[in-house]
């Protein structure tokens, strides 16, 4: 039984790039798209934020001598890569997809409309939006928080390359620990770097939940959407001074 049956999906540009240096490898971007579509088959509502560090950063840019506003457009084009990628691959597997941006960008995809979203949501659809918030200095990240709380999501889902949230990075320090649940205020006095500090505060203050768990993992995002002790779920918790 469903414990998650509304949810958005953040997915970092790294992920798709497999064992490649850079862009995306075909075969994890159908592994992802294949586990989408399981969920988006058992009745899940679902929308989808990438980001680009596949194919440029725009922090990065800025060592090298890139303006930060430009940067930052050009990574909010990177993400729209991704998604047009990951559309293409779900529509492969006959899924029905619609593609919204943050910056105009017709025909690449829609304007980004909260009630068009809705509307397609409702309608069985799965959703991806790309570019950000369609504004310099704010993250995919905080993209990913505000669009969950817009479509009204149950939690906020990361996929990432490992199984949840560690005490310490657990690929540098084998006695990283791994923590099964903590609130935010935990995690925030812990200095646990599970998103940006914008993001975060927006999932605190609006009482919405984050499940970080191993996208990498064939079946783990079912497994995450059926509540299974996998991953690590931070939630507001009585007392916290989120909590309302």
């Not at 990498?216 to 931070?234: A, D």
């Amino acid at each position: 039984m469903l414990k998650y049956k509304n949810v958005l999906l953040k997915l970092s540009g790294e992920a798709l790039m497999g064992e490649q240096p850079s862009g995306i490898d075909t075969r994890r971007l159908m592994e992802y798209a294949t586990g989408i579509s399981d969920a988006a088959g058992s009745g899940v509502r679902m929308g989808i934020v990438f980001g680009g560090g596949n194919i440029f950063r725009g922090l990065q840019g800025v060592d090298k001598g890139f303006d930060r506003v430009k940067g930052d457009y050009m990574g909010m084009l990177a993400t729209t890569i991704n998604g047009l990628a990951m559309q293409s691959a779900l529509e492969r597997l006959g899924m029905k997809v619609r593609l919204f941006t943050a910056i105009r960008m017709e025909p690449v995809g829609e304007g980004y409309s909260r009630p068009k979203v809705m509307e397609a949501l409702a309608r069985g659809e799965t959703v991806i939006f790309s570019a950000g918030t369609g504004n310099p200095y704010f993250t995919t990240d905080t993209a990913a928080a505000l669009r969950a709380l817009e479509m009204e999501a149950d939690a906020l889902l990361k996929g990432t390359r490992v199984d949840g949230i560690y005490t310490a990075d657990p690929e540098k320090n084998p006695d990283a620990v791994k923590l099964e649940s903590l609130s935010f205020d935990e995690a925030y006095r812990l200095n646990l770097q599970v998103m940006d500090l914008t993001a975060f505060t927006l999932c605190r203050e609006n009482n919405l939940p984050v499940v970080v768990f191993n996208m990498n993992r064939e079946g783990e995002l079912m497994r995450v959407l059926n509540g299974e002790n996998v991953g690590t779920v931070v939630a507001v918790r009585k007392g916290d001074t989120a909590c309302r």
